[in-house]
């Protein structure tokens, strides 16, 4: 799977936008974009991904660059609730046995201020 | 519908001694994976079960077995426990099929003294 790079840190106010990059230059086609976050002493929690469209759910929305080498994850609305861990994975998809296995890097700890 | 539960939530063990986590997958979910996270970093994958069989492993001593039963359900065992296996221990459940994402238990946090 493709290394990521994130910030290690990032600030937002709440009711703000919350933009949160990720580079990730070496990845490949059939390599899809994954974001989770981490909220203190939780499991994980599934965001969003995307392949090369944008894509927006209920949480939040992906943008990937044409080329595919950075994406960004961002909070329209950011409470203080979103303070968290933001971690952003790629892993190829398709087949039975691929599912298993995420590559946590270190991630951005997102801070929501009032 | 129950999401992925874990058992104990936390746990203390003795250096040398062996331990046994549980966790049941989302109800439908047919593979579970196994995630060790050191305070501080990112989880670190161990293993990926899937029909009872082990598809995936990460780079764990062998100190580090697991097995999954036909329910779905899933052990990790650990034996001779270090001072270093001190972590959170996570347990995602995923339908195999298709594009889908992880659902994580909430951990058991493993105290080696």
């Known amino acids: 799977d493709a290394k990521t790079t994130q910030p290690p840190s990032m600030d937002c106010a709440e009711g703000r936008a919350a933009n949160l990059p990720c580079n990730h230059s070496?990845?490949?086609?059939?390599?899809?974009v994954y974001w989770y976050r981490q909220i203190h002493s939780q499991g994980p929690q599934y965001i969003i991904h995307?392949?090369?469209n944008n894509e927006t759910n209920e949480m939040a929305s992906l943008i990937i660059t044409e080329d595919r080498k950075s994406s960004t994850l961002i909070l329209p609305h950011a409470t203080l609730r979103d303070t968290a861990v933001y971690y952003c994975?790629?892993?190829?998809?398709?087949?039975?046995?691929?599912?298993?296995?995420?590559?946590f890097g270190q991630g951005t700890i997102l801070t929501v201020h009032p | 519908d129950a999401g992925v539960t874990q058992s104990p939530t936390h746990l203390i063990k003795t250096r040398g001694q062996h331990v046994t986590l549980r966790c049941s997958p989302i109800?439908?979910?047919?593979?579970v994976s196994w995630y060790q996270q050191v305070l501080g970093q990112g989880p670190q994958f161990i293993f990926q079960?899937?029909?009872?069989?082990?598809?995936g492993r990460g780079n764990f001593p062998d100190r580090f077995s697991a097995r999954q039963f036909p329910n779905y359900s899933s052990e990790l065992n650990v034996n001779a426990l270090l001072l270093g296996d001190s972590a959170l221990y996570l347990c995602?459940?995923?339908?195999?099929?298709?594009?889908?994402?992880?659902?994580f238990g909430q951990g058991t946090r493993l105290t080696v003294v």
């Open positions: 995602a459940s995923s339908i195999v099929g298709g594009i889908t994402e992880a659902f």
């Open positions: 079960y899937y029909e009872k069989e082990e598809r």
């Open positions: 995307g392949l090369k």
């Open positions: 070496t990845i490949s086609g059939n390599e899809y």
């Open positions: 109800s439908g979910h047919k593979s």
């Open positions: 994975i790629v892993r190829v998809e398709g087949g039975g046995t691929s599912y298993g296995k995420l590559t």
